[in-house]
């Protein structure tokens, strides 16, 4: 895909990623059967990486660098920007990902590690039809961001909180929140916006 | 991130096979190893991004999570700890909780949500200073990193370094949390090798820095961790972890303790003391310990444990309020373990 980067004059990040999904919707529609084996890349580590993964409820056969993350699997192969690269060290947040229902930092795993797994983006949170996630909907009633990088991930980290019972009071909140920075220190919005998906969540 | 050899197991005998794949390992140190076991990677994905671990093979061992290696059992005698655990199902676990309180809530002062998601057990004693000149490998001077060149952080910055078990060639602190509850519950480890598995006091997993401080742990470099045990103890569940540091959450020890007591009234008869976030390895303090048995807990004989604690401390040009910081957290943990309702 890097490869096809300079085969026009008009090169932008948009016609980029377009080209990037393209390219992955090739490889995914690809039908192998599922390997059997442990899988196990070649001799020559340079080699492609094949990968089958659930994506917010759509399987995709992947092939990649074997040194991708997850987070540069979702955004650069898949197409899914909404996942965000902060720090890409473990130390924002702003990349997490729930990996079969459980908060992960995408950052910090290897592409190759999610086989079999089910992995929710914030592009999987809305209904089909267009219909907000609680979570989605109370940051927005709440004002719960400025710039709006950290809050993909602040959402999926929340929706997560609520689900492991650790939203219960305030201070609960803060500290299961903890992992999530935010530079625009919408901090008490963000604690308010949980507060009311919590009982929306519970409702449902 | 140099490329490297990716292979997945469920097998922990077959990981330690694959481990080196018959190639001679030009390190015997096997935080250095090229061939790298990788758990929750929080550690290791980190440290390759950075250039610091170069591993040319990585043995991916997630799905050890699902065998007996992933599991937490209670027995007559203890509590044993699968090392493929995550730290988040340890922290929460009500038993864990209730009866080793400090093991409890030594990973769940820890990291953040996520990373407790991820990260296993046997990574988390394993993981590496946060030594800027050890993670920074512009640093040339880093005898951890490059055996040998020197320590930076010696005349360097060194506010978060340690005091206690340091030498003249590194004082990197020794960053976990967890390791302190192990060591001071007396834990032992399980690890499993190409000759089978052997056991052992966790206190001997760990190597002060000394000559060679990038040789970190006693473990060949395909031994992996397979579980931790710790023995039921009067003063395992009056125990705590206090945790001292720059902010509230997601923040390594400035200072902290791990401690238990077993109490008579109002005297001691047994306490276990380990101090985080101010010596080059988990930091049992032994003659604390000993001061303090069969002592009524008051005022003058807290602050003698303390003074004790710390005697050997060797302070550098910024890190000098860690004793004083670090006598205070075990005086203040002391009281609060004395102070428990159990």
Not at chain 1, 134 to 139: G, K, S, V
Not at chain 2, 163 to 173: E, F, K, N, R, Y
Not at chain 2, 274 to 289: F, I, S
Not at chain 2, 318 to 330: M, P
Request: net charge neutral; with cysteine.
């Amino acid at each position: 895909m890097v490869s096809q980067a300079n085969s026009g004059p008009q090169w932008s990040r948009r016609n980029f990623l377009a080209t990037s999904v393209a390219s992955t919707m090739s490889v995914t529609l690809l039908d192998y059967p599922p390997a059997t084996a442990a899988p196990s890349s070649s001799a020559d580590p340079r080699d492609p990486f094949v990968t089958n993964t659930t994506i917010n409820e759509r399987h995709y056969r992947l092939a990649f660098d074997v040194r991708t993350t997850l987070l540069d699997a979702l955004r650069e192969h898949v197409g899914l920007t909404g996942s965000k690269k902060g720090c890409d060290h473990g130390q924002c947040g702003a990349c997490t990902v729930l990996v079969d229902g459980r908060r992960v930092l995408s950052c910090l795993t290897l592409a190759a590690s999610t086989e079999g797994k089910n992995i929710t983006t914030i592009e999987g949170l809305a209904q089909a039809d267009g219909t907000l996630h609680p979570m989605q909907q109370a940051f927005i009633d709440h004002d719960a961001f400025q710039c709006g990088y950290c809050t993909p991930g602040q959402i999926l980290s929340a929706v997560a909180c609520v689900d492991e019972g650790h939203a219960d009071s305030e201070p609960a909140i803060r500290e299961y929140m903890s992992g999530n920075l935010c530079r625009c220190a919408a901090y008490p919005n963000i604690v308010d916006a949980i507060g009311q998906a919590k009982i929306k969540m519970k409702g449902a | 991130m140099q490329p490297f050899q990716f292979s997945r197991t469920a097998d922990a005998k077959s990981a330690v096979l694959m481990h080196g794949s018959g190639r001679k390992d030009a390190s015997s140190d096997p935080a250095n190893a090229s061939a790298q076991y990788l758990a929750g990677g929080t550690t290791l994905l980190d440290l390759m991004k950075l250039g610091v671990t170069r591993p040319g093979q990585v043995i991916d061992i997630n799905d050890l999570g699902h065998t007996k290696a992933g599991t937490i059992e209670f027995a007559a005698d203890g509590l044993r700890l699968g090392a493929m655990s995550r730290m988040s199902a340890a922290a929460e676990h009500p038993d864990i909780r209730r009866n080793f309180p400090v093991v409890s809530q030594s990973l769940q002062l820890a990291a953040s949500a996520q990373i407790r998601n991820m990260a296993s057990l046997g990574g988390n004693v394993l993981q590496r200073t946060r030594c800027s000149y050890f993670r920074d490998v512009s640093y040339e001077n880093c005898n951890k990193r490059r055996p040998g060149s020197g320590c930076a952080a010696l005349d360097g910055v060194n506010r978060s370094h340690a005091v206690l078990g340091t030498s003249d060639q590194c004082i990197a602190t020794y960053p976990g949390d967890f390791a302190q509850a192990l060591i001071a519950l007396d834990a032992r480890i399980e690890v499993l090798g190409r000759k089978g598995t052997r056991e052992f006091p966790f206190a001997r997993l760990h190597r002060q820095p000394g000559e060679a401080p990038h040789l970190e742990t006693t473990l060949a470099p395909e031994e992996m961790i397979v579980a931790f045990y710790i023995p039921k103890g009067p003063y395992a569940r009056r125990s705590l972890f206090l945790k001292v540091r720059d902010r509230e959450s997601y923040e390594f020890a400035l200072a902290s303790a791990a401690v238990g007591l077993d109490l008579d009234g109002d005297s001691v008869r047994q306490a276990r003391i380990a101090l985080g976030g101010v010596a080059t390895v988990p930091w049992r303090a032994h003659k604390a310990e000993q001061i303090l048995a069969g002592k009524h807990l008051n005022e003058a004989i807290l602050n003698t444990a303390a003074e004790v604690a710390f005697e050997d401390a060797l302070p550098r040009s910024h890190n000098a309020f860690k004793v004083e910081l670090g006598k205070r957290t075990l005086i203040r943990a002391l009281r609060e373990t004395a102070a428990m309702e159990i």
